[in-house]
C-alpha cells in the first residue's frame, strides 16, 4: 500500500533555486549503493576500484534539472523521468572532448544544488545525451559554446546524499 505519511508546510524562509555544479560518472562504475528504507537518501555510494566523477562547473545559471512523475493509471505504473540541459560557455578542445566523451555513453549525475541539497540522477539506468549543441552564434553577445542535454527514465524519485558522499566520487576509488 501506498499510504501517506506527510504532508506540507509552507516554509518560513523564502527558498532558491538553482545548480552549482555537477558530479558524473560512468553508470557502470557504479560499485554499491545503500538507500534508506524510505528511498529518499543514500547511505553508501562507492565506484568500481581505479574510477571516479569529474566535476563539471559552469558559470552561474548555467545548468536546469526537471524530474518528472508519470504516472498511468491504466497500467498502474509510475517512473520519474529526469532532464539536465548544461551549458559550457566555451568552445576549447577540453570542453569538445567532454562533449565526445559524455555524448557516447551513460552516466549518473549526482546535482549540488545552490541551496546545500545534493541529488543522484540516473542512479540505476543512467542517464543518456538526448542532444549535445555546440555552437558558435552569429553575433558577438550570442553563445560560443555547448549545451549538453541529458535525459533518464528510473522507478523512483532521485535519492539525495550528503556532501561526504557526493565528494568522495572525486577520488579514485580504491
Do not use: H
Not at 508546510?9 to 553508470?27: D, E, H
Not at 522507478?155 to 546524499?161: D, L, Q, Y
Request: net charge negative.
Amino acid at each position: 500500500m501506498c499510504e501517506l505519511t506527510a504532508g506540507y508546510t509552507k516554509p518560513l524562509c523564502a527558498s532558491f533555486g538553482g545548480t552549482k555544479s555537477v558530479i558524473a560518472y560512468n553508470t557502470e562504475n557504479l560499485n554499491t549503493y545503500t538507500l534508506s528504507a524510505g528511498g529518499e537518501s543514500l547511505s553508501v555510494l562507492t565506484l568500481n576500484s581505479g574510477k571516479q566523477g569529474w566535476k563539471i562547473s559552469p558559470d552561474m545559471a548555467s545548468i536546469d534539472f526537471t524530474e518528472t512523475a508519470t504516472r498511468s493509471r491504466e497500467t498502474n505504473s509510475i517512473f520519474f523521468a529526469s532532464t539536465c540541459a548544461i551549458t559550457l560557455k566555451d568552445d576549447t578542445v577540453e570542453t569538445r572532448t567532454l562533449v565526445n566523451l559524455i555524448s557516447k555513453g551513460f552516466v549518473t549525475i549526482v546535482q549540488e544544488k545552490e541551496n546545500g541539497i545534493n541529488l543522484v540522477y540516473g542512479l540505476s539506468n543512467g542517464m543518456v545525451v538526448d542532444t549535445s549543441s555546440i555552437t558558435t552564434g552569429m553575433n558577438y553577445e550570442d553563445l560560443n559554446g555547448v549545451v549538453i542535454s541529458l535525459v533518464g527514465k528510473e522507478t523512483a524519485i532521485a535519492p539525495s546524499v550528503d556532501d561526504t558522499i557526493a565528494l568522495s566520487l572525486l577520488t579514485p576509488a580504491i
